[in-house]
């Protein structure tokens, strides 16, 4: 079964305490994958091991176990273009180490200050090892 990431928002945004995610798959050397998932949670709510949990077994049963991320993270914002689409291709590249003027024009974002997250987090993370 072949699904987009508009399917996997969907799930995910539909549980309880998520406000908004964002999922990257990046093709790391070797062969390997890292695929993470980043969720902007409602006020209120944590990411713990429970919505950890229910994250993850909501995919596996809705789509496959490919389809659950490696890791999931809290984020406070979730980057969008001025139209409203998500970033993936941009907040693939930063993770990748893509240098940020590369990756994003920030003048095409909603709200330009939702990269340095990710651009702080492809520079501390450069092995994604699981």
């Known amino acids: 079964m072949r699904i987009g990431t ?10 309880e ?3 908004d995610s964002l999922i990257v798959c990046l093709d790391l050397s070797g062969g390997r994958f890292f695929m993470p998932l980043f969720v902007k949670l409602k006020p209120g709510f944590v990411l713990d091991k429970v919505m950890e949990r229910s994250i993850c077994d909501r995919l596996r049963n809705e789509y496959s176990p490919r389809h659950v991320p490696d890791r999931i993270y809290a984020v406070e914002m979730i980057p969008y ?5 998500k970033m993936e291709v941009p907040v693939r590249k930063l993770l990748l180490g ?21 651009i702080r987090f492809g520079r501390e993370r450069s092995d994604y090892s699981l």
């Open 81 to 85: 273009t001025l139209t409203g689409k």
């Open 6 to 15: 508009s399917e996997i928002y969907r799930s995910v945004e539909a549980l």
């Open 98 to 118: 893509v240098a940020p003027e590369k990756a994003a024009n920030r003048d095409s974002m909603a709200k330009p200050e939702a990269l340095d997250y990710y």
């Open 17 to 19: 305490g998520v406000d």
